[in-house]
T-cell receptor
Framework: AQKITQTQPGMFVQEKEAVTLDCTYD???????LFWYKQPSSGEMIFLIY??????QNATEGRYSLNFQKARKSANLVISASQLGDSAMYFC??????????????FGQGTTLQVKP | GAGVSQTPSNKVTEKGKYVELRCDPI?????LYWYRQSLGQGPEFLIY????????DSGLPNDRFFAVRPEGSVSTLKIQRTERGDSAVYLCASSLGPLDANEQFFGPGTRLTVL
């Protein structure tokens, strides 16, 4: 069964430093997509970045990049130059697009990131 | 343009009561999803609509939960005989299609509290 694992319940980072949030996944489907969402204390889920399983290059979006290691089934999020506004809960999610075409997302448990001034 | 909206933002009810939660997706989005997020957890999938039909309801926890999308736009999640364990934030999301490469756009959620 598909599964997302985020092993870091909480992380601290100094402002302006880079931080890596870990995510591993398990699926038997050769075709899938990986997402990262940010959830601030207001509760809304904010899309950050997407990586397709067949994408040759790691995805980047501004200060966000996804370190995709397919053989290890990991999709870590790297945030460069952390800002105080980055303090939030971060969720890794997976969508299978092969055998299942519903598009539903499977989420990990989340990592709380706190940026220190 | 307007994003996904959900009403009410907060709902407090008593055990055993019936509740309805509403979701207005982004105009033109055919795919609509309901998720439930318990405190300190990631969202869990409940049901997916493609157009008017529920294409996947495998995440509904039991038959007290039901959802409709009669005209392929607004969706209502209905919970009968609510229990304290139903307390959670209910999130709605929409996308252009189920396999759209980009994100599902999430609404702000409805926080349901069952006393």
């Amino acid at each position: 069964a598909q599964k997302i694992t985020q092993t870091q319940p909480g992380m601290f980072v100094q402002e302006k430093e880079a931080v890596t949030l870990d995510c591993t996944y398990d699926t038997s489907d050769p075709s899938y997509g990986l997402f990262w969402y940010k959830q601030p204390s207001s509760g809304e889920m904010i899309f950050l970045i997407y990586q397709g399983s067949y994408d040759q290059q790691n995805a980047t979006e501004g200060r966000y990049s996804l370190n995709f290691q397919k053989a290890r089934k990991s999709a870590n999020l790297v945030i460069s130059a952390s800002q105080l506004g980055d303090s939030a809960m971060y969720f890794c999610a997976m969508r299978e697009t092969g055998s299942s075409n519903t598009g539903k997302l499977i989420f990990g448990q989340g990592t709380t990131l706190q940026v220190k001034p | 343009g307007a994003g996904v909206s959900q009403t009410p933002s907060n709902k407090v009810t008593e055990k055993g009561k019936y509740v309805e939660l509403r979701c207005d997706p982004i105009s033109g989005h055919t795919a609509l999803y309901w998720y439930r997020q318990s405190l300190g957890q990631g969202p869990e999938f409940l049901i997916y609509f493609q157009g008017t039909g529920a294409a996947d309801d495998s995440g509904l926890p039991n038959d007290r939960f039901f959802a409709v999308r009669p005209e392929g736009s607004v969706s209502t999640l209905k919970i009968q005989r609510t229990e304290r364990g139903d307390s959670a934030v209910y999130l709605c999301a929409s996308s252009l299609g189920p396999l759209d490469a980009n994100e599902q756009f999430f609404g702000p959620g409805t926080r349901l509290t069952v006393l």
